[in-house]
């Protein structure tokens, strides 16, 4: 296959599964903005993770919050577990790989706080132990996955929100993460300021 038609297939793939995962996923990603809403006016905060490609999502996801999505409004109240190298290398030295999301989870979270948990395949330790000790704080867990959910799926509790893309493609999964996002962010707004369009 020459490279317009490889760039035409992943064009065409992307929006199918997009489209494809739309039934499934509105009803998840509209709990998950009610969910972060209901944190987010009582004073809660939301702390996402994430590994690779997702940790830069965790990221954008952050700063649209912090900073703005489409809307003026004030800054929202999220932080990315990924982003600080002295945290994440002294956790991953001292104690394991495993524990550079748990640690701050655990040391920043509080109860009410929100887990936004991103994770293509569902079982990325560090995401799991995460969750863990987000369920310790009584936080409640968003967990944005792929493929059958992998082990994320299996230990989301009832009052949890699981966002499962329907497919076995990393990239095509994150693609849709993002879309999911963006929702997330366009979503949080409409509920706090009757943003219409
Ligand atoms: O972006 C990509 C692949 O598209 C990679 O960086 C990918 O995120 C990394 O391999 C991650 O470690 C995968 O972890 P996960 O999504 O299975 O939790
Ligand atoms: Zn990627």
Known sequence: ????SRI?????DSARTKLDALELLAAPIAGAVETMVGSLVNNGRILACGNGGSAGDAQHFAAELVGRFEAERQG??????????SII?????DYSFEQVFARQVRALGQPGDVL??????GNSGNVIAAIHAAH???????????RD???IGELLRDDDIHICVPSERTARIQETHLLAIHCLCDGI??????VEE
């Open 1 to 4: 296959m020459d490279l317009i």
């Open 76 to 85: 929202l109240a999220a932080i990315a577990l990924t982003t600080d190298t």
């Open 89 to 93: 290398t002294a956790v991953g030295n």
């Open 189 to 194: 707004d409409c509920l706090l300021l009757g």
């Open 116 to 121: 936004l948990a991103i994770s293509t395949s």
């Open 149 to 151: 959910g992998g082990r």
């Open 8 to 12: 035409g297939q992943h064009f065409e």
């Open 136 to 146: 310790e704080h009584d936080m409640r867990v968003v967990a944005l996955t792929g």
